[in-house]
């Protein structure tokens, strides 16, 4: 499954973005607990967002209430709104199933100005 991330781009902190990511199947947004993962650089990825097949989210520490993620599976796209922006947000946005069962794509860069 191959996913394409689009969306981010460079905003002043207290700022608000929303990325998307467009998966080739279908069944793959729908059938699986999809993730938002940031990677900062020098760092690893990590999964900030998910959303289980059922809806349920689950988010980490440094994003919670900040960040929401959604689903449409009839536009096979996973959505991540990111409002209040950190400078600490800043990195590069992918997503994937929960374990990044899918080809990782080339994420799309967020970069928060103080």
């Known amino acids: 499954v191959q996913l394409v991330e689009s969306g981010g781009g460079l905003v002043h902190g207290g700022g608000s973005l929303r990325l998307s990511c467009v998966a080739s199947?279908?069944?793959?947004?729908?059938?699986?607990?999809m993730g938002w993962f940031q990677q900062r650089p020098g760092e690893q990825r990590d999964l900030v967002a998910a959303?289980?097949?059922?809806?349920?989210?689950d988010y980490a520490d440094s994003v919670k209430g900040r960040f929401t993620i959604s689903r449409d599976s009839a536009k096979r796209t996973v959505y991540l709104l990111m409002n209040n922006l950190k400078p600490g947000d800043t990195a590069v946005y992918y997503c994937n199933s929960r374990d990044g069962a899918g080809d990782w794509g080339q994420g799309t860069q967020v970069t928060v100005s103080s």
């Open positions: 199947e279908s069944s793959f947004i729908r059938l699986n607990s």
């Open positions: 959303i289980d097949r059922y809806g349920g989210t």
